[in-house]
């Protein structure tokens, strides 16, 4: 091992459109988010010892017993990569002391057994290190941002670095695409240790970064996407996504006149938007020169942005996946011309909005005030930003301009 | 003069679904709205005298000094009917004083003397008679309901039953189809005279009652309609339907793939809501004799309507002509599970809700209250009802359980 400490971070994801129609062989944009999940390994003797001070969740286990109890039971898949089937992943819950509990918190604990164990048996056959794990998030959890995927691309990345199977980035940021691919494929193993069976569009996007679109489950990542200030608006209504879905089935299936001509149109929205933010990227990337005339380009295409969020808000409530909450804080957010939609499952479930350039920033803190007297949590934060990064050290996180959260040690 | 006085009333019309979308070639249901237009007519001597409390609107003319001026003026159509060309109208204007001050009260009074004038000098070449109208309403006007068409429907059978050109109803009630017709042309010269060019939809539907289907501007009376009950509220913001129509066309024109499959939504939405209208109609007939079975479909029927009244809400709001108002309104009654959409131009105007047989009056009182709170006026009203009414006495619009107008002559 050759680094003692690494930190790592990652994004969570909003879906821009196509939510639920996606279902329906639509197009979906998916963005990441700019509230990460962030990761501290630090070397340590004989002991795995993980604190996640978020989950209220701390643990210990001895390294030589765990390895113990792990290495034979390990499995090597045709890419060299070990893994735990299912008996072992049992195994793994009961080592762990949480077989019976299932919440979320206890599954990002068999998250990091899991890859701990795997990425350390697929490197050599050396014993297993003792490690300090400090996990903690800006993400709220259930809350359809990818938060779990967040996790599992950062525990993935600081994994692979302090095993050695990835160095640290050449130039400091970015990774080489193989290594990406590498971090993604055991950050979906994260995420298929937590969900059971995953898209992979949350881990895809959290590695990557950016966004992405997909559609009859191909992914392809947009070259294009500029940084966008978004506000972020958590109902705190927890949901079923599987009923939400079924919901929409059964719409489908008694209105199907009324429902197809939806998913054209959320297919067009997505088209729409996809093309708005390519064009929103060209003219950033020529602001200087050109400002004037770009500022009345950008200010349609912000416009466009907004019309289809609207638009889009109605289709997802004819859909049957928008709740009383959701509704509230698009009409609490329209009265200062800010123009928001339900984001992922709905039914509860976050709400975002894209926040213009020149929005008052006044104003915008009276909007998150507004909000938190009605009981939401608000965020304002950005999309299209960096994936999984490494980070040499703490104060690098706060100079790229990361929130890191409080909790976290300097 | 057979008849020394007369008592008529029509009803005002809601459109069910399909408005706008109708303008792109879509199917749109209206309902004659049981808010009635009533007039009575009382024949008298040397003058003619209105009343119209409602429009705080009264006035008198001298009918030799009438029939002086107009009856060198008046044209004969091909049908016989005597019309009033555009020069002639404006001196019909300057007659009645008020060229210069074209409101909705005046054009009633224009609209008054002009059908008064051509229906007398249709049936015969005699003097014009001496006569007091008093015209009063349930209908707002401006807000969408047909008001217009409804005292032009009352005011057209009223002035052909006292020039003798149609009999009393033989049975009491109902004209012949002939009848109807008669009357209905010079109810549609009624709303020309206010309008400019009508579509002809809301005098139609004030005539014959029940409901009618329109697309490409031909009209099909719905045998099957039956009388339900419903919630009308008034935003009363006035708005401006070309305005409303443009912002559409605007908006398809920007976003075709996203607006064209709405008009297909909103099709199916129209031939789904007529044939739960025919459904609910058989079963109600059917109603004493296997009432069990009746109500599981009765529910079914209703829980249709509601789920196709949302769903052409939010459409009507992704073709951007639904207003805060109205949103709110909805909202309110969501509160209580009842359904609301916009109905007509929208942008303000009128929203209404399909009230089920077993919904708590007590409930609705509430409701309706809450909505007072807000300011906004709401009734409780049916739709489906019967079109142009001849009454022959005051207790008898009681007995039929119209609701007269508290300014109204018992």
């Not at 996640?52 to 290495?71: C, H, I, N, R, Y």
């Not at 299912?86 to 195994?91: G, P, Q």
Request: a negative charge; glycine letters at 8%; aromatic letters at 8%.
């Amino acid at each position: 091992m050759d680094l003692k400490t690494v930190l790592t971070s990652s994004p969570g994801k909003i879906i821009l459109h196509g939510e639920h129609a996606v279902v329906h062989g639509t197009t979906a944009l998916a963005s990441s988010l700019n509230l990460r999940s962030y990761l501290q390994l630090i070397s340590s003797p004989d002991e795995i010892t993980l604190n996640f001070p978020d989950l209220d969740l701390q643990g210990s286990w001895d390294t030589k017993t765990t390895d113990e109890t792990f290495s034979a039971l390990v499995k090597y898949g045709d890419d060299g990569d070990a893994f735990l089937d299912d008996v072992a992943l049992e195994t793994l819950k009961d080592f762990a002391g949480l077989s019976d509990d299932i919440t979320t918190k206890n599954l990002a604990v068999i998250a990091f057994l899991y890859l701990y164990i795997c990425i350390f048996k697929s490197k050599s056959s050396s014993e297993l290190p003792g490690l300090k794990a400090l996990a903690t998030s800006n993400l709220p959890t259930g809350a359809g941002l990818g938060s779990s995927a967040a996790f599992s691309s950062s525990l993935a990345a600081g994994l692979l670095l302090v095993s050695g199977t990835i160095p640290v980035p050449s130039d400091g940021t970015d990774w080489t695409k193989g290594h990406y691919q590498v971090i993604n494929r055991w950050a979906y193993q994260g995420e298929r240790v937590i969900h059971g069976n995953p898209s992979g569009i949350d881990n895809a996007i959290s590695v990557s970064g950016g966004a992405l679109r997909y559609k009859a489950k191909v992914f392809e990542p947009l070259d294009e996407m500029p940084s966008l200030k978004i506000l972020l608006v958590n109902t705190k209504v927890a949901r079923s996504t599987k009923v939400l879905v079924a919901g929409v089935k059964d719409r489908l299936e008694k209105y199907p006149g009324v429902i197809r001509p939806v998913f054209d149109s959320i297919e067009e929205i997505s088209q729409r938007c996809q093309s708005a933010l390519t064009s929103l990227r060209n003219i950033e990337e020529k602001v200087t020169s050109e400002s004037r005339d770009n500022s009345s380009n950008r200010c349609e295409l912000y416009q466009t942005m907004e019309e289809l969020i609207d638009m889009n808000q109605s289709f997802l409530k004819i859909l049957g996946v928008s709740h009383r909450t959701i509704e509230h804080i698009c009409s609490v957010t329209a009265e200062f011309d800010i123009h928001s939609k339900l984001t992922g499952a709905g039914g509860g479930g976050c709400v975002f909005a894209v926040i213009r350039p020149d929005f008052s920033e006044e104003t915008l803190k009276k909007v998150m005030a507004k909000l938190k007297d009605f009981g939401y949590d608000s965020w304002i934060t950005s999309i299209g930003g960096v994936g999984v990064s490494y980070h040499p050290d703490v104060e690098d996180v706060k100079i790229q301009g990361f929130s890191l959260p409080n909790n976290f040690p300097a």
